[in-house]
Each structure stands twice: as structure tokens, then as C-alpha cells.
């Protein structure tokens, strides 16, 4: 899985719809359309990743309901924002289902560990609480 990432640090001061973070000019100048409908219009872009960008996700907070194509100018926002990785994220930057679920790239009943094991994958699980790839882990130390 490769992730081209734009790299504005950990997004705490970079504002999501009037910097110029992303391509080539603001989203608040290319998504003009939604910018206008955003209800908060500094939030930052942490804020925004850590509310959940993907489509349907509680980032997207807006003074009125959209209409069926502005509907489709979030999915295309959404789009260019599914190859962001925030630079606290680097570390925790593993396709763990739980930064999937961050990105937009899975939905809630999809976060149970790949091993079946039954709890929620995020990095701690895998590294050092989950009972399955912990073995695996020790099978690859030797
Ligand atoms: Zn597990």
C-alpha cells in the first residue's frame, strides 16, 4: 500500500480551507462551493483528520443540507484527501484498521482485527496485545 503523503506536519497550524497544503491552491479557492457552506471555516487540518474526513464523516459540518452535486464535490474533496498522512501519524501511519477507519478507507463493522482474534486492530494491538501476531512476531525474531 503506498501513500503519498503531503506533509504539513501534524496539521495543528495549518487551516484546512485557506492554506496552501494541498496542490495548488487553497481548498477554500478550489472547493469554493463548499468552503462557502463550511460552518467552521479556520478549522485546521488535524482537527479535520481527527474528526474523520472520509465521506460521511463528522469533519464535514455544513450550514445547510447539500445538493445532490455538492454532494459529489465532498467525494472529490474526499478524494484528495485520502492520500494525506498527518506527520504525528507517521509513526501510527500503518494501515492499521483503525487509521483505515480515520481515513474514510473502512466503515465501523471492519475494525476487528485481520487475525479474527476479536478485538479492535489499532497498533498497540498488534504489537503488543494481540495473542495471534504476537506469535507471528516471535516466529519472524528468530
Ligand atoms: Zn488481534
Redesign the pocket.
Given at each position: 500500500m503506498v501513500i503519498p503523503c503531503w506533509k504539513v506536519g501534524d496539521g495543528h497550524s495549518t487551516l484546512f480551507w485557506l492554506d496552501n497544503w494541498l496542490g495548488e491552491c487553497p481548498l477554500a479557492r478550489y472547493f469554493s462551493r463548499l468552503y462557502a457552506l463550511a460552518e467552521n471555516k479556520l478549522i485546521t487540518v488535524s482537527e479535520m483528520f481527527s474528526l474523520r474526513w472520509g465521506v460521511g464523516g463528522e469533519a464535514w459540518k455544513w450550514r445547510r443540507r447539500l445538493l445532490a452535486w455538492e454532494e459529489e464535490l465532498v467525494v472529490e474533496c474526499v478524494d484528495c484527501l485520502s492520500s494525506v498522512l498527518l506527520q504525528e501519524g507517521v509513526i501510527d501511519g500503518l494501515p492499521t484498521k483503525d487509521n483505515l477507519y480515520k481515513r474514510g478507507a473502512i466503515d465501523t463493522p471492519q475494525l476487528s482485527?485481520?487475525?479474527l482474534?476479536?478485538?479492535a486492530?489499532d497498533r498497540d494491538?498488534?504489537f503488543f496485545?494481540?495473542?495471534?501476531?504476537g506469535r507471528l512476531w516471535l516466529l519472524i525474531s528468530k
Open positions: 482485527c485481520a487475525t482474534c476479536g478485538k486492530e494491538h498488534v496485545q494481540c495473542e495471534v501476531y
